[in-house]
């Protein structure tokens, strides 16, 4: 247990484990990850698909479906376990102290409601205002995205907007209730390379405006070199290593880590890669998760599960090399 | 092109297909080795001039001429919103319409809203309770819904709840003032053995439609926004499962008028347009069966238009141009 820094975090996840029991087997999504997040910084999950990100932000709010469960772990948010709550409480949270922004925002707007309704209804969920007023305030937040002509969009259809704009919306409706936590599932991946850095400004101006604690998700590494004030580097459903964006990124410890900037940072002509690919969450390799795809494996990867390594103040790493007991 | 423009298409296209079904019913009708004058023949008794007596009625209602005649004579009668004579009853075909249609209305409309709120219901409350013991046993009452034949579950309803238990009358009694709760009573075997199949297949079509819906991601975002769940599957889901729902009931009525319809009627006794129509097939009736296939096309053709207008207003990504 690691609630390095309790004290100061606003969202405190520890030892989380969200598996899916399907007809084939037990996918273990998410496997005992703990992390930190903390007033006004921002938090970057990192890692390839399928290594959990999406299935850890969501469960965050809760929002697994069958078959998928959350078995076991703790999220402290305002001093209250969110998996112990009840799910009416739980509705009180999402949107109004923790919002979310999904991947594709041209599957997560609904098609038949005005995106006007649409972010009034986030409003509305968890204040009691007038319908005008609502309005009036939606229309401030379509203008603060920077969406033109809010007044004559706001009657306008998702299927009326381009993908970038889109986002601006699906922003604009996480933004409604001003949450202290705002949790972005890789919101740039299904947009074109000049919009996602239109989004990735107005997340970094939103963010002063508002002062929000943000936990990003991305698997884009020069995203996280912009964005993160601290990274969480996933595989296979856990946490490989933690710390701050410096230490990460510039003293990488764990051989995933190395492998995935060797990538990013590779001059030769040939792009450099990591062996192999990622495992099979269902029938996990014994021991250290990435054992098979590492470069200096030792016996002890192969039958034992690393616990997390303190190297500096913040920077953790879950790697025998470094410890690991 | 504007609504008002494609609704004026639509409507051309329908009195065109219209006209296509007016033809191939005169000539069809025309083709049978049976001339409406022989039912009268039959009832009169030997010692007369046969011959003679169907070439004065021929003559007289004009079906001695050559078809290609009898059919313009026929458009342009029409055309004069003159319908024709009924043979059979000796009155013009627009009247016994007017008496008979509303019967068939007052059937076709309670059912319609019995087996659309039913339906719904049973739908969404299947599609949220998905594969639970409520779901598996819905599911079978439908599929035996959809199976059972019309005649049947009639016969059987008369059989148990007016012969056995003398809850209802074994006929429907026209004497009853249309706006009335003992009228309502004395549709209620009508409207249930109409409507039974009807609510089964709407269950099926609105659980599938909602299912279809709830796994999609704009439902994940309606969650994170803190939505109740009552508005999520009550708002976010139900409008877009509504879409394809909406566009198979309203095919489906046609249906339902000119097939469920016609055969409760003639079970139940109700003297609406089904009964009325199946009358005239049997007299050799021209005029009123022509009349009732017209009608039959026009609604048909009617609803495929409202469905298609519904769709406008419920889906804001469809527009006819």
Known sequence: ?325 | MSLRTYIAKRLLHAVLIAWGVMTAAFFLMRLGPNSPADKYIASLGAGHNVTAVVAAIESRYGIDKPLHEQYFNYIASLLQGDWGWSFGTSMPVMELIKTHWIYSFQLVLLSSIFAIVLGISLGMFTAVKKNSRADHIAAFFSFAGISIPHFWLGIMLILIFSVKFGWFKTYYDTSLPMLSLENLHALTLPVFTLGTGMVAGYSRYVRSAMLENMGKDFVRTARAKGLPERTVIGKHVFRNAMLPVITIIMLDMSGIVFGGAYITEVIFGIPGLGWMSLKAVFADDYSVVMAVTLIGAFVTLLFNLLADIAYIYLDPRIRYE
């Open chain 1, 1 to 325: 247990m690691d609630s390095e820094n309790g004290d100061k975090a606003i969202l405190s996840v520890s030892g989380l484990r969200t598996y899916f029991f399907t007809k084939n087997g037990t996918v273990k999504a998410v496997d005992d990850i703990s992390f930190d997040l903390r007033k006004g910084e921002i938090l970057c999950i990192v890692g390839e698909s399928g290594s959990g990100k999406t299935v850890t932000a969501l469960s965050l709010l809760r929002l697994i479906e069958p078959p998928g469960r959350i078995v076991e772990g703790k999220i402290m948010f305002e001093e209250k376990n969110l998996l112990d709550i009840p799910i009416s409480e739980m509705q009180k949270i999402r949107g109004n102290r923790i919002a979310m922004i999904f991947q594709d925002p041209h599957s997560s707007l609904n098609p038949v409601l005005t995106i006007g309704e649409q972010i009034t209804e986030a409003m509305t969920a968890h204040r009691n205002l007038a319908k005008s007023e609502a309005k009036a305030q939606t229309i401030e937040l379509l203008r603060l995205v920077e969406i033109p002509e809010p007044e004559r969009r706001f009657h306008e259809y998702p299927h009326q907007f381009s993908g970038g704009m889109k986002q601006r919306v699906m922003v604009a409706m996480a933004l409604a209730c001003e949450p202290s936590v705002l949790i972005a599932d890789e919101p740039t991946t299904a947009l074109d390379l000049t919009i996602q850095a239109q989004i990735l400004d107005l997340f970094m101006e939103l963010r002063k405006k508002f002062s929000m604690s943000i936990i990003y998700i991305t698997h884009d590494l020069g995203v996280v070199s912009e964005l993160a004030d601290r990274i969480a580097v996933m595989y296979g459903g856990r946490i490989m290593e933690k710390g701050r964006r410096d230490d990460v990124l510039k003293n990488p410890l764990h051989p995933y880590t190395r492998g995935l900037i060797d990538c990013l940072l590779s001059e030769s002509e040939k792009l450099a890669s990591i062996p192999g690919t990622i495992p099979n969450l269902i029938d996990l390799p014994e021991g250290c998760i990435f054992h098979p795809r590492c470069i200096s494996a030792m016996d002890i990867c192969r039958t034992e599960r690393p616990g997390s390594s303190k190297i500096e103040t913040e920077h953790y790493v879950y790697c025998f090399r470094y410890g690991g007991r």
